[in-house]
């Protein structure tokens, strides 16, 4: 989600000045889910939304002398407040993941998305269009030329893209204003989102922000092209989630898991955001699992404490999934977690990541660790249990809540057996063992800042990481912009990117391990 410093009060003092019905049009060229936002300007009939910008804009206009009539419209029947999972539909031989032509379902093609656009408002002249500097999205090379044999190593491009969920959008307008009607309209930014993702062509697709009332009307295209999907949509009322797509044609899905960040046991973790793990087996490679991984963090940007909590049970939860023990040999599948971490790179977060570790101090507070059992290790106690004798863990014997296993929690291990290891949690340091390095260096060799999205400044927070092991390697990535690249493009979404982040991509190369034995 963008972020405009005071940007909606500049815009409600110059549109103070024009006509009321000009004033209404331009300001509500957006509509909120569920409840529209629109105007007629012959009878100066406004309906109201569920937005914060509501209160202040009927404020603006209740001191005009024309009659304003309010209406509010009923839920629409296609919007329900529950949604169902994804499905897992089957490609057939002509899907673009079994080698044939991407087709798009009937009905339902490019073209007559962008039939439905619309004409451009009177505020869309105000907007130069979009000019991408050259090499602004290019695939550059990374690391050393691989030296395995042909045929032995399997390669596999991941894609991470945060596409800005149309709800969030209609109801954060003032945060748009450099960005014309168009290009604010979901038929227009969906039909852009799916040319974008499709003509990078990735084998595991990480999205945020994927509105929940959209699975079935457009994210169900990308199963019907030969990906199989699973999300997670944000606990309490938020209404959009993660999801992870993969080609069926590529991997087969051992398991997967969703992670709560809503914790009643702990007040610092107060908030809905979610991640989705999931475990793949490549079908050319089946003795190679890998785990991949997508969240969205806290955006607030003073709440540094809330996403460093989130980050610490994250960690803690990919190092119970990610861990194996076959008898001969034990340690972590490789990792690929991706996300809007909504972290800056100098942030505890990053550094959390990137060092594997972080002081975290003044960021601890009064939060008792011991009440959710995950340690300063980002380990959950049971987990460490577990592994000094030799065995793995399952989620019922880890103490953090989650609602679609609400049932499976168990009573053995409770905040009073932690007491043995106070030493464990609450310290002054928080670290972990994954051994994670980031895809993108967040600086240029000349030392010019990589941005990702727009908050008051260019910035990152955008990431993509991968296990450091000898299994896993990066080959190659889609290149980030400089901040001065980025000022030179102008606002997002514009007529090239449809969201308001730009989407990560890179190419990894798996490569089998020879046997200690």
Excluded at 72 to 77: A, E, Y
Excluded at 379 to 397: A, I, K
Excluded at 491 to 498: G, M, S
Aim: aromatic share 10%; glycine share 4%.
């Amino acid at each position: 989600m963008l972020k405009l410093s005071n940007s909606f009060y500049r815009y409600l003092k110059v549109t103070e000045s024009i006509s009321v019905g000009a004033h209404v049009r331009n300001f509500t060229q957006l509509s909120c889910s569920r409840k529209k936002c629109s105007v007629e300007s012959s009878t100066y009939t406004l309906t109201i939304n569920c937005c914060p910008c509501t209160a202040l804009q009927l404020r603006l206009l209740s001191s005009k002398k024309k009659r304003i009539r309010i209406q509010i419209p009923s839920l629409k029947s296609d919007e329900s407040e529950t949604f169902n999972q994804m499905s897992e539909l089957q490609p057939n031989n002509n899907h673009n993941s079994h080698g044939g032509q991407l087709i798009d379902s009937p009905g339902n093609s490019v073209n007559e998305w962008q039939m439905q656009i619309g004409d451009d408002s009177p505020h869309d002249a105000k907007i130069p269009k979009t000019s991408v500097p050259p090499n602004f999205r290019v695939w550059e090379p990374v690391g050393k030329r691989s030296d395995t044999i042909s045929g032995s190593s399997f390669k596999f491009k991941v894609l991470s893209y945060n596409v800005l969920a149309q709800y969030l959008l209609e109801c954060h307008p003032y945060l748009y204003t450099g960005s014309s009607s168009k290009n604010l309209k979901w038929k227009v930014r969906a039909a852009r989102i799916y040319d974008e993702i499709v003509n990078l062509a990735p084998d595991i697709i990480c999205l945020q922000e994927v509105q929940a009332s959209h699975l079935k009307s457009f994210y169900s295209k990308f199963e019907n092209i030969g990906y199989v999907g699973i999300f997670k949509q944000k606990t309490g009322h938020r209404a959009d989630g993660c999801a992870i797509y993969y080609k069926q044609s590529m991997f087969e899905k051992e398991e997967h898991f969703t992670v709560e960040f809503h914790q009643p046991e702990l007040p610092i973790l107060n908030r809905d955001n979610i991640g989705v793990m999931v475990k793949l087996i490549p079908k050319n490679m089946p003795r190679m699992p890998i785990v991949v991984a997508t969240t969205h963090l806290l955006y607030s940007p003073k709440r540094t404490d809330v996403r460093l909590a989130q980050a610490q049970v994250l960690l803690a939860e990919l190092d119970r999934f990610a861990y194996y023990n076959n008898g001969r040999e034990s340690g972590h599948l490789p990792i690929i977690m991706t996300g809007d971490l909504n972290s800056t790179p100098d942030s505890a977060v990053i550094k959390l990541l990137d060092r594997g570790l972080v002081r975290a101090s003044m960021f601890r507070g009064s939060s008792d660790w011991k009440r959710i059992g995950v340690t300063d290790n980002c380990q959950h106690l049971s987990v460490y249990l577990d592994r000094m004798q030799g065995r793995t863990t399952e989620f019922s014997t880890t103490q953090i809540y989650n609602s679609e296993h609400s049932g499976d929690l168990s009573e053995s291990i409770c905040a009073s057996s932690c007491e043995g290891y106070s030493a464990l949690f609450n310290k002054d340091l928080i670290g972990h063992s994954l051994n994670l390095v980031s895809v993108y260096n967040k600086y240029k060799p000349d030392k010019q800042r990589e941005a990702s999205t727009y908050q008051d400044q260019w910035v990152t927070v955008d990431y993509m990481y991968f296990s450091c092991c000898s299994a896993l390697s990066l080959s190659k990535r889609l290149r980030l912009p400089t901040v001065a690249e980025c000022e030179a493009m102008g606002c997002l979404p514009n007529d090239v990117y449809a969201s308001d982040h730009l989407a990560l991509a890179a190419v990894f190369e798996l490569r089998p391990l020879v046997s200690s034995l």
